[in-house]
Nanobody, 123 residues
Framework: QVQLVESGGGLVQAGGSLRLSCAAS????????MGWFRQAPGKERELVAT????????YYVDSVKGRFTISRDNAKNTVYLQMNSLKPEDTAVFYC????????????????WGQGTQVTVSS
């Protein structure tokens, strides 16, 4: 089993930045595609970004393009989400996820989920 632990959430003012981290257990991190999801109160969980196992291919939902950057450091078993120019509508619990296939991630059915970290953007 792979365990994922998110960190870096918090409260920021609109226009500010946060960097989320997701630390993975195990020795086979580099085999997994990784992703970030978010869930706002009363809404379904939404895919935000994915990155392939090598880091060569990335995906972003349209609402965060140009503002968020997903990256990974396989030597540290860690995936990151750099969030700039934050907006109040970004407020949500952010979840890290992992799967052997990026297509399964993008369908919302990853093999592994983290516990989530709260991001709150004030106006």
């Amino acid at each position: 089993q792979v365990q994922l632990v998110e960190s870096g959430g918090g409260l920021v003012q609109a226009g500010g930045s946060l960097r989320l981290s997701c630390a993975a257990s195990g020795r086979m991190f580099s085999w997994y595609a990784m992703g970030w999801f978010r869930q706002a109160p009363g809404k379904e969980r939404e895919l935000v970004a994915t990155i392939s196992s090598s880091g060569a291919t990335v995906y972003y939902v349209d609402s965060v393009k140009g503002r968020f950057t997903i990256s990974r450091d396989n030597a540290k078993n860690t995936v990151y989400l750099q969030m700039n120019s934050l907006k109040p509508e970004d407020t949500a619990v952010f979840y890290c996820a992992a799967d052997s296939k990026v297509t399964t991630l993008q369908l919302g059915r990853p093999a592994y989920w983290g516990q989530g970290t709260q991001v709150t953007v004030s106006s």
